[in-house]
């Protein structure tokens, strides 16, 4: 069984039991105030293992599916199977946690925000994905077809102006740093892959 599909599983196990017990769910949840007062930073990972509702976990498991089964093999193509899975599940697991610190040092005075779910690891590994194969087709927003590396630049530029503008109860800045920890991860294990990506970029010219 993949690494990727251990992942769905247990999120999926976990986010299902929270849903009914919120008490397990406020344990888990990031919540930076009571992380720093408390010093709970378990929290800073658990967090990646509970959603909001059924809609929630669903989208970012169908995410994963899609493009860790493949990040995933290309890590064991890279680094063989052992050391790929190894690096691919540090990808995930410390993905979770990079994408939570900015919002730890952000909003560590502030009673109002908490936020849960796996989208800033799962936002890691979209980019490794785009890193690896910048044309492929996707559709961003699960909507509008376009390259790879058109969509992760529009996701960047959209998850930026909304943290801003403060949009929805949604932790986009989560999502925008765990893009940013997924393609640092990526050139740390694998220096190779920026000119590998370089040259792919401009062979379509």
Do not use: C
């Amino acid at each position: 069984m993949s690494i990727t599909l251990v992942i769905i599983i247990l999120t999926g196990l976990i986010s299902y039991n929270a849903f009914s017990n919120r008490d397990l769910f406020e344990r888990m949840k990031h919540y930076p105030i009571v992380e720093h007062s408390n010093k709970e930073y378990h929290r800073l990972l658990t967090s990646g293992f509970v959603h909001a509702d059924m809609t929630h976990l669903f989208i970012n498991m169908y995410v994963l599916f899609i493009f860790g089964e493949y990040v995933e093999l290309q890590f064991q193509n890279y680094f063989g199977p052992l050391m790929g899975r190894v690096n691919y599940t540090l990808l995930y697991v410390l993905a979770i946690i990079g994408a939570d610190l900015p919002t730890y040092a952000k909003h560590k005075h502030n009673p109002r925000f908490a936020s849960v779910g796996a989208s800033g690891a799962i936002s890691a590994v979209l980019f490794a994905f785009i890193l690896m194969n910048p044309w492929s087709q996707l559709l961003l927003f699960f909507i509008i077809p376009m390259p790879a590396i058109v969509a992760g630049i529009l996701f960047l530029v959209w998850e930026s102006y909304a943290s801003k503008k403060n949009y929805g109860r949604i932790d986009h800045d989560g999502h925008f740093y765990g893009a940013i920890f997924g393609i640092i991860f990526m050139i740390i294990i694998r220096p190779s892959i920026i000119p590998d990506f370089l040259e792919k970029i401009v062979s379509i010219f």
